[in-house]
């Protein structure tokens, strides 16, 4: 417990810069601007943080669980959510230079 406290307590910083930026493009994808830089890591990065706080907030560590709840009160993972705005947007896009 003491060395990976160590760890996490050297790289607290660094961590942290990195979810601040998943979390900053993942809001530009959200807001369906056409600078998308999210690569596939990225993406399941994301998901992995969003099944851990169901995890934790359902107290479970069974994933089966997590995604019953998930679909239950109807909440997609970021990854999914980009997928849909890339391709409502891909189409937009398509409407514009047709036009």
């Not at 060395?3 to 961590?15: A, E, F, M, P, T």
């Not at 959200?30 to 994301?46: D, E, G, R």
């Not at 169901?54 to 997590?66: A, G, P």
């Amino acid at each position: 417990m003491g060395i990976s406290k160590s760890v996490y307590n050297r790289y607290r910083y660094q961590l942290h810069q990195y979810f601040v930026g998943l979390y900053t493009e993942y809001a530009v994808c959200t807001k369906q601007l056409p600078v998308c830089p999210l690569t596939k890591s990225n993406l399941q990065a994301l998901d992995f943080v969003t099944n851990r706080f169901f995890m934790k907030l359902f107290k479970t560590s069974n994933i089966n669980t997590v995604k019953y709840c998930q679909e239950f009160f109807g909440f997609d993972l970021p990854s999914v959510l980009w997928a849909k705005r890339m391709q409502k947007f891909e189409v937009k896009f398509a409407l514009y230079l047709s036009n």
